[in-house]
C-alpha cells in the first residue's frame, strides 16, 4: 500500500510540474517615476520566494497590457498596444506601429509613453497551424462623422519566433478583421476551443450582439453574431469588461447600469445560451468581475464596492452579498477597487483605478461571503504604480482538473487550497448530516451560513462524523474540511429542512 501511495505521490507532483503556464507573468503598471530601464511591477508565479518584484520592461503602460509565455512559464513577448517586445525586453522587428491611425495620430497625439487605451482591448492567441506563431488582436478606435470616438475596428498583428534567431519578427501588422461596428469599450475575450486546437473569440457591441469569431488553421473569421436581451445600455456599455469560467463554460460580461449579462457557453459550437441578468451596478467608473477558481462566485469590483454573487443560488435576488467598501484611503491618490484578475495563484488580485502603493487581494476565493478573506491594501507594491492593470490573458488550463498551481505559496506565507467535494447525507435533512471524510485524513470540519459565520469548527475524530443540525434555521449552509498538513479543502453545499 506504502509503495502505491508513494507512485500516486509522485504522479500527482509530475502533474503539477507539468501544468500549463502560460500565464505566469504579469506586467502590471510601472513606477509613477521610473527609474532609468523602464522597470515595472511584475508579477512573477513561478517565483516561489515573492511573486511581487522590480521587473524590466522596454514599453510602459498602464492600460493595453498583452503578454504570453511558454508551457514553462518563460517569458515570450509583450505589447502594451503600440509596440511588441521580445523576451529580451527589445522592440522586435517591425515591431512598432501597432494600432497606429487616425486616433492615435489626433487624439493620442502620436505619444505612447504609457502605452495605448483600453484596458481589456488587446489579446495574444497561439496560432494553431503554427507552434511559433502567434495573433496580437487588437481593438482600434475611430472618430466618427459625428465627431465621436468609437472602437470599429478589430484587427490583428502576427507575430513568428521562429525568425530573428528565435526572438520574434512580426511579418503581419494592423490586417483589419471586422470594421463599421461600434464595439464595447474593453470586452474583448478568449477561450480554447474543445479541440485544444483552435480559439474562439467574443466581444459584445453597442447594438446588444456577441460577434463571435474562430482563430483556426484558416486564421480568424466571423462566425456569429448572437443576439442579446434585454438589449445593453449602449450609453454604459464601455464601462464594463469580460470574463470566461476557469472551465469555459460561462461568459459574463457588465456594464455599470445593468449589471452583469451570464450566458453558458459551449466550446465546440461557439454558441451562447441561458442568459440571465445580475442588477449589480454602480453610478460611475470602471466595473470588473471575475470568477472564482470553481466557478461558483462572481466577484464584482465598482469602484468604492466589492460584491459577491452565487451563481449556483437560483434565486437571482438572494444570490449577491457585499463582501466590503472602500476604506477612503488615497496613497497617494484613491486606491479604490479597478480590474480584477484570477491568478495561477488561485487569488483574484484587484487593481486601484488610480496611482497606489497598494493592490487589494481575495486570499480564498471560492469561499462564502466574509470566508473569501478580502484583503483590502493587502499587496504592497515596490513602489508607487500607475494607473494599474493586468495582462488580458485567455483562460488557460480550461480541461485540466486543477485551474490553479495548490503547490504556489507567496510572501503572505499561507498554502493556497484546492477545492474536492465532500460526500453528505441526507441531504436535506432536518436533523442531522453525515459526512464521509477523505481515508486516511485528519483536520477541521467546518459549518457556515450563507453570511459567512462559522456555526460549528471541530475536528475530526473518524472517517464518517455526525453533525446535528435541527438547530439551525431552515435554508442553505456549507460545509467544510481542511485537513491537516494538505493542499486540498473538501466543501459541500447541506439543505436544512
Known sequence: MRTILIFFLACIAINLQAQDKRDYIWFSAGQTDPAPGFETNLFDFNNQDSIVEIGTSILRYNRNNALICDREGNLLFYSNG???????????????????????????????????????????????????????????????????????????????????????????????????????????????????????????????????????????????????????????????????????????????????????????????????????????????????????????????????????????????????????????????????????????????????????????????????DFRQRGLELPWISNVGNFPNYPRFRVDDEEKCNPSITTMFGEPVYYRKDLDVYPNPSNEFVTINLPEGKRGTILLYNLSGEILIQEKNQSLTQTLFVNQFPSGMYFLEFIPDRDLLVYTAKIVVE
Open 82 to 372: 503600440c509596440a511588441v517586445a521580445d523576451r529580451l525586453h527589445r522592440i522586435m522587428p517591425n515591431g512598432e506601429g501597432i494600432n497606429d491611425g487616425e486616433f492615435f495620430q489626433t487624439l493620442w497625439e502620436g505619444d505612447c509613453e504609457n502605452g495605448f487605451p483600453g484596458r481589456q482591448d488587446i489579446i495574444a492567441l497561439p496560432d494553431p497551424n503554427d507552434s511559433l506563431g502567434y495573433y496580437l488582436v487588437t481593438k482600434l478606435p475611430e472618430i466618427n462623422q459625428e465627431g465621436l470616438v468609437k472602437q470599429t475596428i478589430i484587427q490583428y498583428s502576427y507575430i513568428d519566433l521562429s525568425l530573428n534567431e528565435g526572438y520574434g519578427d512580426v511579418t503581419v501588422k494592423n490586417e483589419v478583421i471586422i470594421d463599421s461596428i461600434d464595439f464595447a469599450v474593453s470586452c474583448l475575450n478568449a477561450i480554447e476551443h474543445i479541440n485544444k486546437k483552435d480559439y474562439w473569440i467574443l466581444q459584445p457591441a453597442e447594438n446588444s450582439k456577441v460577434y463571435t469569431f474562430l482563430l483556426n488553421e484558416e486564421g480568424i473569421n466571423l462566425v456569429y453574431e448572437q443576439e442579446v436581451s434585454p438589449a445593453v445600455d449602449f450609453l454604459t456599455a464601455s464601462a464594463g469588461m469580460s470574463t470566461f469560467s476557469t472551465d469555459g463554460r460561462m461568459f459574463a460580461f457588465n456594464n455599470s447600469r445593468q449589471g452583469i449579462f451570464l450566458f453558458d457557453f459551449d466550446r465546440d459550437t461557439g454558441l451562447l445560451s441561458n442568459q440571465r441578468l445580475y442588477p449589480i451596478f454602480c453610478e460611475f467608473g470602471l466595473i470588473s468581475m471575475e470568477f472564482s477558481p470553481s466557478g461558483q462566485f462572481l466577484y464584482s469590483s465598482l469602484t468604492d464596492s466589492l460584491f459577491q454573487t452565487d451563481i449556483w443560488e437560483e434565486n437571482v435576488d438572494e444570490a449577491t452579498l457585499l463582501i466590503d467598501t472602500w476604506a477612503g484611503v488615497s496613497d497617494p491618490f484613491p486606491s479604490t477597487f479597478s480590474v480584477a484578475k484570477l491568478a495561477p495563484d488561485c487569488r483574484i488580485y484587484i487593481a486601484p483605478g488610480s496611482s497606489s502603493r497598494y493592490y487589494h487581494f481575495i486570499n480564498k476565493p471560492d469561499e462564502k461571503g466574509h470566508a473569501c
